[in-house]
C-alpha cells in the first residue's frame, strides 16, 4: 500500500498543465524532491483531496487514497516539447525545446538596433530558471502534426498566488498589458517571467501558447489570441491583452480549469464541465462546428472529479473512476477501440481493463495515459515515439505505432503516483518519488543529457 508523505507546510494552491490543491513541503529524504511540470497537461488536479476548495469527492471502495498534490514531490507534467520541475526550495528547473525561452531562463540581450541576441538552442537536463518561490507551474504550445510546434509558454502561480508567464507573447499570451500590444516586443522570446497585468491573486493558471486563463477566487479569467476561427470571448479583440472575466453558467463557479490549444473547458462546483472556444473538433461536446464564446454545459457528464484536455479532445475522470473524452480521436485518441471516426462530440467511456477505475489522468497532443486504481499506467493513441510505453522498436520505427485501447506501460521499476503526457512523451512520478520518463527524445525531452529522433518506449530516471 503506497501513502503520500505528510505535509509540514502549506504553499499555494497548485495549477499547470494546470492545481486546486496547497502544496505542502515533505518530510527529509535522501534525495531531492521536486515537481515536474509541463504544458500540454494544462496544471489542473483532481478534487478527490482538496480542502481548501470547499469539495472532498473519494471514490469509492478504495483503500489506498488518491494522492493529493498538496502532499506529493514530485508532480509530474509534460509540455509539448519542454519540462520544467519545481524542487523542494520552490525553484524551477527546466530542460527540452527552448525556442521561445520557455525554459525560463533569461539568457537574452536586446541590442541598439532593436534586435536581440538569444540562445535559442534545447536542452537536454534540468537548468535552473529564473522564477523562484513557484507553488505551481503550467505550460502549452500551439501544435502541427507530427510532433512539431509552433509557440511554446509557461506561466506559474508564486507562492504569493501572483502569476508570471515567459515564452512566446505573439498572441498575447503572457497577460503584458501594453507589451503585449507591441508588434515587434512581442515576436522575440520572453525567457524573462514577469507578472500578468490586471490579474488578482490566483489559484490556478493555464496556458496553451495561444491564450491563457486563471482561476481567482472561483472566477476564470483569460488573456490572449481570440480570433474568429477560436473565439473564446464575444465581446473581445482578437488579441486581449490583460485578463477578462469570462461568465460561467449562471449562479455556477469554478474549481479547476484545463486547457486544449483553443480551447478552455471549467470543471463547475456542481461536478459538471462546461466548455468553450473551437469546437473544430467537437471537444466542446456539441455537434456544432463554429466557436461557442460562451460557456457550455457538456451534455451527459456529471460526478466528474478530474479535467484535462489539449488540442482538439477534453476528458474527465468521474468519482467512480471512469474516463470520459470527446473531440479528436487521432491515433484513436478517445481510447475507444477500433477507430470508426476521426473525431466525436459525444462523451464515452475509454476502454479501461474490466472492472479498472482510473486514479488519475493526463491528456497530451497525440494520446491520452491514465494511472489505474494498482498504480499501473495504461496509455492510448499514437506510439510512433514509444510515448506510450509499451512495444517494439528497431531504433525508428515502434510496433505498435498507435494504440485505439489502453495499454500497460512496460517496465516502471514501481508504481505510479502522477503520469503526465506531453507531445509524444511521458513522464511519471513513481512510488519510489523518482521521476522517470518515455518517448519522444527529439528536443531532449526526456532529460537523460541527449537529443535523438529515435523511439524511447523504456522509461528511464531523470537525475536533477
Not at 94 to 115: E, F, H, R, T
Request: glycine fraction near 12%; proline fraction near 8%; charge should be negative.
Amino acid at each position: 500500500m503506497i501513502h503520500p508523505r505528510p505535509k509540514s507546510r502549506i504553499h499555494a494552491s497548485i495549477s499547470l498543465s494546470k492545481y486546486l490543491f496547497a502544496l505542502g513541503a515533505l518530510g527529509a529524504s535522501s534525495f531531492a524532491m521536486i515537481i515536474a511540470a509541463c504544458g500540454s497537461d494544462s496544471g489542473d488536479a483532481s478534487l478527490d483531496a482538496s480542502t481548501d476548495r470547499g469539495v472532498i469527492i473519494q471514490p469509492p471502495d478504495q483503500d489506498d487514497p488518491i494522492v493529493d498534490p498538496a502532499t506529493l514531490r514530485p508532480i509530474v507534467i509534460t509540455g509539448v516539447d519542454y519540462a520544467c520541475a519545481i524542487l523542494e526550495d520552490r525553484s524551477v528547473r527546466c530542460w527540452g525545446s527552448n525556442a521561445d525561452g520557455q525554459l525560463g531562463n533569461p539568457q537574452i540581450a536586446d541590442l541598439p538596433d532593436g534586435g536581440y541576441t538569444f540562445d535559442s538552442r534545447p536542452v537536454a537536463f534540468p537548468q535552473r530558471a529564473a522564477i523562484t518561490e513557484v507553488g505551481t507551474l503550467s505550460s502549452g504550445g500551439l501544435v502541427f502534426p507530427p510532433f512539431g510546434t509552433d509557440v511554446q509558454t509557461g506561466c506559474a502561480v508564486r507562492s504569493d498566488k501572483h502569476v508570471h508567464c515567459w515564452g512566446s507573447d505573439e498572441s498575447a499570451a503572457l497577460g503584458r498589458g501594453s507589451a503585449s500590444e507591441d508588434a515587434n516586443l512581442s515576436k522575440r522570446p520572453h525567457p524573462e517571467p514577469q507578472p500578468v497585468t490586471g490579474l488578482p491573486p490566483s489559484e490556478q493558471v493555464v496556458t496553451s501558447g495561444y491564450f491563457s486563463c486563471a482561476l481567482s477566487t472561483l472566477a476564470v479569467r483569460c488573456w490572449g489570441g481570440n480570433d474568429d476561427d477560436n473565439k473564446w470571448s464575444a465581446n473581445s479583440p482578437k488579441k486581449v491583452t490583460s485578463p477578462v472575466e469570462i461568465a460561467l453558467p449562471s449562479r455556477r463557479s469554478a474549481k479547476q480549469l484545463a486547457i486544449g490549444t483553443s480551447h478552455i473547458c471549467a470543471l463547475l462546483d456542481d461536478a459538471h464541465v462546461a466548455c468553450w472556444g473551437s469546437n473544430l473538433s467537437g471537444q466542446l461536446g456539441t455537434s456544432a462546428a463554429s466557436p461557442n464564446p460562451t460557456p457550455t454545459v457538456v451534455p451527459g457528464i456529471e460526478n466528474v472529479v478530474e479535467l484535462k484536455a489539449a488540442s482538439g479532445i477534453t476528458c474527465v475522470r468521474t468519482v467512480a473512476g471512469e474516463v470520459q473524452c470527446w473531440g479528436a480521436n487521432g491515433n484513436g485518441r478517445l481510447g475507444r477501440g477500433p477507430m470508426d471516426a476521426s473525431q466525436s462530440s459525444t462523451p464515452a467511456p475509454v476502454a479501461l481493463p474490466e472492472g479498472s477505475r482510473a486514479r488519475q489522468i493526463s491528456v497530451g497532443e497525440h494520446h491520452v495515459c491514465a494511472i489505474l486504481q494498482d498504480r499501473t499506467v495504461w496509455c492510448w493513441g499514437n506510439n510512433e515515439l514509444g510515448g506510450l510505453g509499451s512495444g517494439n522498436t528497431d531504433g525508428k520505427t515502434m510496433v505498435p505505432s498507435e494504440s485505439s485501447i489502453p495499454i500497460a506501460v512496460q517496465g516502471l521499476p514501481t508504481g505510479a503516483l502522477y503520469v503526465s503526457v506531453g507531445g509524444g512523451f511521458t513522464c511519471a512520478t513513481l512510488a519510489d518519488y523518482s521521476v522517470t520518463c518515455w518517448g519522444s527524445n527529439r528536443f531532449g525531452t526526456l532529460g537523460r543529457g541527449t537529443i535523438d529522433t529515435s523511439p524511447h518506449p523504456e522509461p528511464a530516471r531523470v537525475n536533477f
